[in-house]
């Protein structure tokens, strides 16, 4: 439409955003109404499926159930879109027994997954229904009926999927969320289907990807070492530190840059040990932590390297901020 047909003002373009969001608060509003015993059995049902949980629609519907599915899948329940057009001309032979079938209608009189009940029913597969209110051929057929409520679209003439997407969209949300908590899903799990996303970097990426592993080129020196040596291997290690082991090659102290500085300042002899000088119990993570973590560890303690100890306090590498920062770390 052109611009010289537009009857609306830009305030009353305001005014009817508000409106129609209005209109889908109250048909969420009339959704919670909605969550009962069904809900909970649906979930029992999705728990103990042993396949997948497919979810099909046609329309509108069915670009709401991939959503569903997809999300189902991103926490921890197989789950994948049907179509149901497609379905009837062979799509249907992947799903098998075992799993379980969401069909979304609003109206729950498609007519394209009525044509596939049979099929479905004779393989015992679950049949989830999620309809407008339980009239309808598919509520019926259905082992679990879920509704919505008989809410008003957001549309002015009442048709236009609006609301009742909305609403099946928040259910859809709602049974996933139900089984993320039943499940114990973690951070970690949801990363695992996320790899080449930022998050996933963030919760899959370990300290061990990312650390100085070569320890023959680590700056290391012994604790009775004298400071003129230090100089020496803090130049070649070019990390700004060294660190300082006893004779059991076990980690006591580091002796960075601004331990140098102090030293100058103190005018200490250049032939002072490193036992008498350096700053113990230096900070110091594992190499299976999160790199995240690792990089709040540094900004937490104003430091820009961090040992990487065994659990017998001896040295396996040495990572930086910048190696951190390099790789993506946030």
Do not use: W, Y
């Not at 992947?94 to 729950?108: P, T």
């Not at 709040?296 to 430091?303: C, K, R």
């Amino acid at each position: 439409m052109s611009n010289s047909n537009r009857s609306l003002t830009h305030e009353q373009f305001i005014l009817t955003a508000i409106e129609a969001i209005t209109t889908e608060k109250s048909a969420l509003a009339l959704l919670i109404e909605q969550i009962d015993d069904r809900f909970a059995q649906a979930c029992d049902t999705i728990l103990e499926c042993k396949g997948r949980v497919v979810v099909t629609g046609m329309g509108k519907s069915g670009l709401i159930g991939r959503k569903i599915a997809a999300t189902f899948a991103s926490t921890g329940t197989p789950s994948f879109f049907m179509h149901p057009g497609e379905a009837g001309h062979g799509d249907l032979g992947m799903v098998v027994k075992g799993d379980v079938l969401i069909a979304i209608s609003n109206s729950g009189e498609s007519d394209e997954i009525r044509t596939l009940l049979p099929v479905v029913k004779r393989l015992g597969i679950p049949l989830i229904s999620i309809s407008r209110d339980k009239r309808g051929m598919l509520p019926h057929a259905a082992d679990i009926a879920l509704t919505l409520g008989h809410s008003q679209e957001a549309c002015p003439l009442n048709l236009a999927p609006t609301s009742s997407t909305t609403a099946t969209l928040a259910l859809g949300d709602a049974l996933a969320v139900a089984l993320v908590h039943a499940r114990n899903f973690t951070s970690e799990d949801f990363a695992l289907s996320h790899p080449a996303g930022a998050l996933g970097r963030q919760l899959l990426t370990r300290v061990e990807d990312l650390m100085h592993t070569r320890l023959e080129n680590l700056p290391v020196i012994d604790e009775q070492a004298p400071l003129r040596t230090a100089l020496f291997t803090m130049t070649n290690g070019r990390l700004g530190m060294t660190v300082v082991t006893d004779e059991a090659q076990k980690v006591v102290g580091v002796f960075t840059d601004g331990d140098l500085r102090r030293s100058l300042e103190k005018e200490i002899d250049l032939d002072t040990t490193m036992g008498k000088i350096m700053t113990r119990n230096p900070r110091h993570v594992s190499k299976t932590m999160r790199a995240s973590d690792a990089l709040s560890v540094m900004n937490e303690n104003a430091i820009g390297q961090l040992l990487v100890m065994d659990e017998n306090a001896h040295l396996e590498a040495i990572i930086t901020v910048h190696d951190l920062l390099n790789a993506g770390v946030k």
